[in-house]
């Protein structure tokens, strides 16, 4: 029988297999940020181990910088103290790091790529669960906790079981206006936050095959949003043209031989997943969330929904937990929420790509009266790239806030925030209650519907201006 | 590692379905180096509310926690785990488990229990009615008992020697070093390397 993508990477990575016990995975790359890192390396040190392999590691600061004023010390002693203890502990054992300031800075996720480090058929993990944006290049790549991150530090290895396998078919076009955030949103929304548990899940199907590389990790990245460690796309034409030159993608007779590797990779005509979901790609709209978990999303067209319209018991009562925290009302059109903050950045929508779309929109336009707009750069590459274009000056010109690279306020653990009651279209991942800031209220969107948002001040597409 | 073997305590009933980690223990707390001292943080937001279940005096001490599905969603910190723990948790029970999180807790000994929808409500109801209701967790015989229920729960052979052992994963790991220097021999030479400082 044939063999899925996943199950192709997985099997040309096992080390050791075993009845009854996990397999034992080779990792091909494990990035490494400041958050989740300090207590592995502490008990690397308590244990006299060294890092196996410095030449598969990469750190970077992302999660806790500030954006701005870069180039003074991190105000929050807290937050300086993690930062340096990353410094410290790359240092002590030979590993890479892109600091705060550096060129190569910025969130792991976007580095990785931007880098050309990312490539089919890798195994890739990282301390954070957005690690599924790698899989848009046909790589295993998942998020893992801190005693995993010590013992890859540590072996090199993960022990792991594998996972079931599921296809998710994206049948037909998107249509025009319809972007990459929009489709993932709406997969989320249909299968639901537990949706994917306990699969690897490939994308599949001409809506996919028709993204650009961005809008694969966008789709990609939210992975774990449905549940799933894991989602992957196939590797094409247009993957290898995204890697071609990049500073570490194979060069020469490598190059050719990597491609003839990466072009078996492709899910077998006769494999079998042990789960097919369908998406007409066709009836998709620009959407966004309405709740406080991302599945709680509908059309932008549509209203919020009366929980007491909801069968499931579990579901009406997150429903009914959700609007009271968000302060919204049944049956209010979507179009007639306002916002009081738009935040355009992320690991999700924090590339060149998507900082374009956004400044097309915001482009011979003005923020709204009283909206505060963060546009933050997922790297310091995309930040030089973009105002390389002028598109930072397009978002000064506009009134929006140009921001230096990092999570931001994905996350709210540097000083962008949201304070309580506050409300934001974000272009981030989750819309967990506090996730922006205690008591922050997120409406999760795609840049395009952001930039909009930003212009009228209420959710908003960018058809509706 | 704490090994696990069978464990008895009252439970805390955690009435709430997507109990994400930034809930568990919010992201204020993930700027702390150490591993320790994070049950202070556990729920933070949540605990402000006086009625939030965890405020009741009548649970004080309760070592087991009952939820709704998808218990622990969203990001991969360990933290939360480490914050159930230093709260006194040694289980969680709930019918659905995020994958991380799951992974989490084996690695560090907080027993994480699926069991099916009825069971996790029959439990939940009963630490409702009578705080004082206790649950046995045996690890051994992969049974929950208590509140007039015995429910097996799955758990594979090789995790329940490693808990019931309490080992960790990077000393059986680091037995298979020779294994791993072989894969590496083999590995393509165009795949990427990071330039070491
Ligand atoms: S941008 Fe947000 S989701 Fe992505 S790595 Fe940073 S905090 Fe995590």
Redesign the pocket.
């Known amino acids: 029988m044939g063999r899925t993508l996943a199950e192709k990477v997985w099997d040309a990575h096992v080390v050791r297999r075993a009845d009854n016990e996990p397999d034992l995975l080779y990792i091909d790359l494990h990035l490494v940020?400041e958050?989740t890192s300090p207590q592995a390396f502490e008990a690397l040190r308590l244990a006299g181990r060294p890092v196996r392999r410095p030449d598969l590691t990469i750190a970077t600061e992302?999660?806790n910088v500030p954006t701005t004023d870069t180039l003074a010390p991190i105000a929050d002693p807290i937050s300086r103290a993690q930062v340096e203890a990353l410094r410290r502990n790359c240092a002590d054992f030979g590993v890479r790091l892109h600091p705060m300031n550096d060129p190569g800075q910025g969130?792991?996720?976007i580095v990785g790529p931007q880098l050309g480090l990312t490539q089919p058929g890798m195994t890739i993990v990282c301390g954070?669960?957005?690690t599924a944006?790698h899989g848009a290049f046909g790589a295993l790549a998942f998020g893992i906790g801190t005693s995993q991150v010590e013992h890859v530090l540590a072996t090199q290895t993960l022990p792991q079981r594998r996972p079931k396998t599921m296809a998710i078919n994206v049948e037909g076009a998107l249509p025009a206006g319809v972007t990459a955030k929009d489709l993932i949103l709406a997969i989320i929304a249909q299968i639901g936050t537990g949706g994917g548990q306990g699969y690897v899940v490939e994308y599949r199907g001409e809506a996919i095959r028709a993204l650009s590389m961005e809008g694969r990790m966008t789709v990609c990245?939210m992975s774990i949003e449905a549940g799933a460690r894991a989602g992957l796309i196939a590797p094409d034409e247009t993957t290898f043209e995204f890697l071609r030159g990049r500073p570490h993608a194979p060069t020469g007779a490598d190059w050719d031989a990597a491609v003839a590797y990466w072009r078996t990779l492709a899910t077998d005509e006769d494999a079998v997943f042990d789960r097919e979901v369908s998406i007409d790609a066709t009836a998709l709209t620009p959407f966004a969330t309405w709740g406080t978990n991302p599945g709680q999303g509908a059309p932008l067209g549509s209203s919020v929904p009366d929980p007491a319209s909801i069968a499931d018991p579990n579901a009406r009562a997150a429903a009914e937990r959700a609007l009271a925290y968000m302060g919204l009302a049944p049956g209010t059109p979507l179009r007639d929420v306002t916002v009081d903050t738009v935040f355009i950045?992320?690991?999700?929508n924090?590339r060149l790509s998507d900082l374009r779309a956004a400044a097309e929109i915001l482009r011979g336009r003005k923020v709204a009266d009283g909206v505060r707009v963060l546009v933050v750069p997922?790297s310091m590459q995309v930040k030089a790239e973009a105002e390389a274009e002028g598109l930072d000056e397009v978002f000064r010109g506009a009134g929006a806030e140009w921001r230096s690279a990092?999570?931001?306020m994905?996350?709210g653990?540097n000083p962008d925030t949201l304070r309580p009651g506050e409300r934001s279209a974000s272009t981030?991942?989750?819309n967990f209650e506090g996730r922006q800031g205690q008591g922050g209220r997120t409406h999760l969107v795609s840049p395009e519907v952001a930039a909009a948002t930003a212009v009228t001040g209420r959710l908003t597409a960018p058809a509706d201006l | 590692m704490e090994a696990f073997t069978t464990h008895t305590g009252r439970a805390v009933p955690l009435r709430r379905s997507d109990v994400d980690t930034d809930q568990i223990i919010p992201?204020d707390w993930l700027k702390r180096i150490e591993r320790t001292g994070f049950g202070a943080g556990l729920f933070s937001e949540w605990r402000a509310d006086p009625s939030f279940v965890l405020n009741d005096p009548r649970y004080a001490g309760a070592s087991i926690l009952v939820a709704g599905p998808d218990f622990g969603t969203g990001?991969s910190r360990e933290h939360a785990v480490w914050a159930l723990q230093d709260y006194g948790f040694r289980a969680v029970i709930s019918p659905r488990i995020a994958d991380i999180f799951r992974g989490n807790a084996l690695g560090n000994g907080l027993l994480p229990v699926v069991l099916p929808a009825e069971t996790v409500e029959t439990l939940m109801a009963a630490a409702e009615a009578d705080p004082a209701t206790e649950i046995t967790i045996d690890l051994g015989a992969r049974e929950v008992r208590g509140a007039g229920v015995v429910a097996a729960f799955e758990i594979d052979d090789f995790t329940r020697w490693r808990l019931m052992e309490g080992l960790d994963d990077v000393g059986l790991t680091l037995r298979h070093a020779d294994g791993i220097a072989a894969f590496e021999r083999n590995r393509p030479s165009w795949l990427p390397r990071v330039l070491t400082p």
């Open positions: 940020h958050v992302d999660h969130i792991v996720h954070d669960s957005h944006t990245n950045g992320s690991c999700t924090g997922g990092g999570c931001s994905c996350l653990m981030s991942n989750r | 992201s990001s």
